[in-house]
Nanobody, 115 residues
Framework: QVQLVESGGGLVQPGGSLRLSCAASGIFVSISPMAWYRQAPGKQRELVAA???????NYADSVKGRFTISRDNSGNTAYLQMNSLKPEDTAVYYC?????????WGQGTQVTVSS
């Protein structure tokens, strides 16, 4: 059974920073790809950043140069460092891991960028 628990969301002013964490449990999670998605009101869920077990990363064009995805040495915790936040980054952010042939999701954490 896979469980994902996100933390670190909140309210931040434009230009500020936040760091999201995703603690994952379950066999093979540490060697599986992990990702962060987000969903803004009225919009579809979109990929923000992804990281493979060896550490290869990819980012949505809208966050390149501002966001950084990483994993701890155990591979069970993923992070999303978000800098230079913009109002359009406001969304619920979801942690994702693809294991056992399907996607698993966390409960989501709200990020609000507003002055």
């Amino acid at each position: 059974q896979v469980q994902l628990v996100e933390s670190g969301g909140g309210l931040v002013q434009p230009g500020g920073s936040l760091r999201l964490s995703c603690a994952a449990s379950g066999i093979f999670v540490s060697i599986s790809p992990m990702a962060w998605y987000r969903q803004a009101p009225g919009k579809q869920r979109e990929l923000v950043a992804a990281i493979t077990s060896p550490g290869r990363t990819n980012y949505a064009d809208s966050v390149k140069g501002r966001f950084t995805i990483s994993r701890d040495n155990s591979g069970n915790t993923a992070y999303l460092q978000m800098n230079s936040l913009k109002p359009e980054d406001t969304a619920v952010y979801y942690c994702n891991v693809f294991v056992y042939g399907r996607n698993h999701w966390g409960q989501g954490t709200q990020v609000t960028v507003s002055s």
